[in-house]
């Protein structure tokens, strides 16, 4: 029932930019921080951004300045704006949802491939 859908992946050239978005159904979304985490093969997965049910945001220091997350509640949509994208940048990219209140939940989407050519 519950479900993270994301969207928005594709193939783009360094310098390029994409947005990512992710649909949330089934949950309490303002109750949820929201995020985004990516894993590249061979490494860690790691996070990329979020945002608590409050609005404050905390980003990777590999992507500051370069990438912007944002949330609409009223969608229950959470997007990831990235710019001036680099060949390191290559991932797939994970929505998340931490519920941040009792009951505590966590969730992650399916994933969407992001490749980054030179």
């Known amino acids: 029932q519950v479900q993270l859908v994301e969207s928005g992946g594709g193939l783009v050239q360094a310098g390029g930019s994409l947005r990512l978005s992710c649909a949330a159904s089934?949950?309490?979304?303002?109750?949820?921080?929201m995020g985004w985490y990516r894993q590249a093969p061979g490494k860690q997965r790691e996070l990329v951004a979020d945002?608590?049910?409050?609005?404050?945001?905390n980003y990777a220091e590999s992507v500051k300045g370069r990438f912007t997350i944002s949330r609409d509640n009223s969608k229950n949509t959470v997007t990831l704006q990235m710019n001036s994208l680099k060949p390191e940048d290559t991932a797939v990219y994970y929505c998340?949802?931490?519920?941040?209140?009792?009951?505590?939940?966590?969730?992650w989407g399916q994933g969407t491939q992001v490749t980054v050519s030179s």
């Open positions: 945002m608590t049910s409050g609005g404050g945001t």
């Open positions: 998340t949802a931490r519920r941040e209140t009792f009951p505590r939940r966590n969730y």
């Open positions: 089934g949950i309490s979304f303002s109750l949820n921080a």
